[in-house]
């Protein structure tokens, strides 16, 4: 596995493992997350290759997309949204920039 800075004016760095292709992102700035104690508490808990990982949940990679507004985050909003909807998430009301707050159900 390799750790290199991906994006590096974001800060973002992409842990990428060669023989699997899985990828992981960590990034000290999150648009549209205002705090990683909330961040953690909405997490979904996954099993990856036996290792346990908290991974950010679905409402809040699609607020972050949305707050960052960048052409390549928006291009993945409708297929998120598709899944959220097929998963039984449905849509969420939209949430303000920076709310730590989970969407209303």
């Known amino acids: 596995m390799i750790l290199r800075p991906f994006y590096p004016v974001s800060k973002l760095y992409r ?3 060669d023989s699997s292709g899985l990828q992981a ?7 549209g997350i205002r705090s990683y104690e909330g961040l953690k508490a909405r997490g ?3 099993q990856v290759g036996g290792i346990p990982l908290r991974i950010a949940c679905l409402d809040d990679i699609i607020a972050s ?3 960052a507004g960048r052409d ?9 949204e598709r899944t959220r909807r097929q998963i039984g998430g449905g849509p ?3 949430r303000s920039r ?3 707050r989970p ?3």
């Open 44 to 46: 979904v808990d996954q």
């Open 92 to 94: 969420t009301a939209p």
């Open 65 to 67: 997309k949305k707050a």
């Open 15 to 17: 842990l990428t493992a």
């Open 72 to 80: 390549r985050d928006l291009a993945v909003l409708p297929v998120l």
């Open 25 to 31: 992102d960590f990034m000290p700035v999150i648009h």
């Open 103 to 105: 969407p209303a159900r």
């Open 98 to 100: 920076g709310s730590n």
